[in-house]
């Protein structure tokens, strides 16, 4: 059994379906676990970069798994055909801007209405931002921490419904906002200490607009913790 992070576990927890495709795949480890977890019975990987590529098929090959999972090498969702009928799509250990510009450059991909899990270290109000855009509704979101670093994971599926949120549901997540854990607090406190100290350095003459964007985020932060 390959090993696998304790945020990809969770990321794993939520796959559906009988096709993966995972997205800057981080040498095929969340295919290759969920395969031998019977998560999913095929899986594709992708990666953009040829080490990273090159590494994921020595990985399939050592865990005989070349029959389930397929490496492509391509840029985002190009990697999907569409006779792949891919039924979930992960993105993980990502910046939220990048995440979303993956989805937006792809979007003609998830024309199998796939579920997305998405897992972001930063910024993730991008990717719910552009989630309504494609008609996909959030289900489920956590927030967990490896190494010092604070990740989210949304995961959402097609609806059609076109479901808005309200700023502070995209800053802060709908789902989190409902399940403050002490993490929750944690991450936010420490941006809103980030903001005071980027505040104290600005110019009130010069730098009117960036102040004016930092007391929104601080607003919208108060409000919450």
């Known amino acids: 059994m390959i090993p696998l992070k304790q945020r990809l576990k969770r990321v794993s927890t939520y796959i559906k379906g009988n096709c993966l495709a995972d997205i800057g795949s981080d040498h095929a480890y969340l295919p290759i676990y969920s395969i031998e977890h019977g ?5 594709i990987a992708g990666e953009v970069i040829k080490g990273p590529y ?3 098929l020595r990985n399939v090959k050592a865990y005989q798994l070349n029959d389930k999972i397929q490496v492509r090498l391509g840029d985002g969702l190009s990697v999907i055909q569409s006779n792949d009928n891919i039924s979930t799509i992960t993105i993980c250990g990502m910046g ?28 993730s109000s991008a990717i719910r931002r552009l989630l309504s855009k494609l008609n996909y509704s959030i289900i489920a979101e956590e927030i967990l921490e490896e190494k010092g670093h604070i990740y ?9 419904k076109n479901t808005s949120m309200t700023e502070q ?7 989190l906002l409902q399940n403050k854990t002490e993490l929750f607090y944690k991450k936010w406190s420490r941006e809103l200490e980030a903001l005071n ?3 104290q ?17 601080i607003h919208l932060i108060d409000g919450v913790i």
Do not use: C
Not at 152 to 160: L, R, T
């Open 152 to 160: 989210e994971i949304i995961v959402a599926d097609f609806d059609n």
């Open 197 to 199: 100290n980027i505040k």
């Open 169 to 175: 549901e995209i800053k802060f997540g709908p789902k």
């Open 54 to 56: 090159e590494a994921s």
């Open 96 to 123: 939220g801007p990048l995440i979303a510009k993956i989805l937006e450059a792809g979007a003609s991909k998830l024309e199998n209405k796939p579920r997305l899990i998405l897992q972001s270290n930063i910024q």
């Open 39 to 43: 998560l999913t019975q095929t899986a």
């Open 201 to 217: 350095n600005l110019n009130s003459e010069t730098h009117q607009d960036r102040l004016a964007e930092i007391n929104n985020e």
